[in-house]
C-alpha cells in the first residue's frame, strides 16, 4: 500500500459513484463506490476520490468535479439503460438506473473535453463504448450465447479464472503485457459490446467472440476498457497491477502536463 503521499507525484483519481436502491426500500438510494478499485487506485499509487451521482444532472458542476481529478475510472455495476443505445428492453435486461447512466456519459464527455486518461471496468468499458456512439448486446443470449456463459457461479469472489482472451497485436493491453498473447480472466457479465463506437479498436475477444478489452485509437488521449475485474484479482496476487501502473502513470503525466 502507499505509505508516503507526494502531491507532485501522486494524481487524484475520480470513481464515480452509482446509484444502488435498497432491496427493501427503493426510494432510500444510497450511493457507492466498490472497495476494490479504491483499493487498486491506493495500490497503484494513486489517490482515490468519489464522484456521487447528481442529482441533478448539472454540466457546470460535473465539470469541475473533472476539474479536481487528474484520471477518471469507471467501475463495474448494474446493466446499462438500453435507451441510450437506441433499444428498447428486453425480457433479461436487469436493473438499470438512468441517473446514473446519464451522469457516467456526461463525465466522460467531459474528461474527452480535457484530454484525460480514462480507464473502464466492465459496465466501465460498455459505457463507454455507448459514450463513443456504440451498442451492447442486452444479454449473451443476443450473441448466440448461453446468458450465463460469461458469469463465475460460486462465492462471488471474482479472483477466479473463468476464461482466456486472445490479445491483439499492438494493442493498449499488449503494450502493458508485453509477450503474452493469452491471458487469464475472470468474468462476470451478462451483456457485452455488440457494435463497436467510432474509432475505438478491440484489444481482446474470448474465444467465443465477445470483446473483452477496447482503446480509443486517438495518440492525444489515453482511453481503455476491459471487461473483466481486474481490481478483484490485485487483492490476491500482482498479476493485473500493470493495467492500473500504466493508467496512474498516464493519469501522472496529465497532471504534470496540466500544471505547465
Ligand atoms: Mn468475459
Not at 427493501?24 to 451521482?53: C, F, M, R, T
Not at 473502464?120 to 442486452?138: E, R, S
Request: aromatic share 8%.
Amino acid at each position: 500500500m502507499l505509505s508516503s503521499v507526494n502531491n507532485e507525484y501522486n494524481p487524484i483519481i475520480g470513481i464515480n459513484g452509482m446509484h444502488i436502491p435498497d432491496e427493501e426500500d427503493e426510494l432510500d438510494i444510497k450511493d457507492k463506490a466498490n472497495i476494490h478499485y479504491i483499493g487498486a487506485i491506493q495500490k497503484s499509487g494513486g489517490i482515490p476520490i468519489v464522484l456521487p451521482v447528481l442529482e441533478e444532472l448539472n454540466i457546470e458542476i460535473v465539470k469541475k468535479q473533472i476539474e479536481i481529478i487528474d484520471g477518471l475510472l469507471i467501475e463495474g455495476g448494474i446493466d446499462i439503460f438500453p435507451s441510450l443505445y437506441g433499444e428498447e428492453p428486453k425480457p433479461e435486461l436487469e436493473k438499470t438506473d438512468i441517473k446514473t447512466d446519464n451522469f457516467i456519459i456526461e463525465l466522460i464527455n467531459q474528461a474527452k473535453i480535457k484530454k484525460m486518461p480514462i480507464l473502464g471496468i466492465c459496465k466501465g468499458m460498455q459505457i463507454i463504448n455507448i459514450a463513443f456512439g456504440g451498442t451492447l448486446y442486452q444479454d449473451l443470449k443476443y450473441a448466440g450465447l448461453k446468458s450465463d456463459s460469461h458469469r463465475q457461479l460460486g462465492d462471488h469472489r471474482r479472483d477466479y479464472y473463468k476464461h482466456t482472451i486472445n490479445v491483439e497485436k499492438n494493442s493498449f493491453l499488449n503494450k502493458i503485457f508485453p509477450n503474452k498473447e493469452k491471458l487469464n480472466v475472470n468474468s462476470y457479465h451478462h451483456q457485452a459490446i455488440k457494435d463497436l463506437g467510432k474509432d475505438l479498436i478491440i484489444d481482446a475477444k474470448s474465444d467465443d467472440g465477445i470483446i473483452e478489452a477496447i482503446h480509443w485509437n486517438n495518440n492525444s488521449q489515453w482511453i481503455f476498457g476491459v471487461q473483466w475485474h481486474p481490481e478483484r484479482q490485485v487483492i490476491i496476487n500482482d498479476e493485473f497491477m500493470p493495467i492500473f501502473n500504466a493508467f496512474i502513470e498516464q493519469a501522472r503525466i496529465y497532471k504534470s502536463n496540466i500544471k505547465k
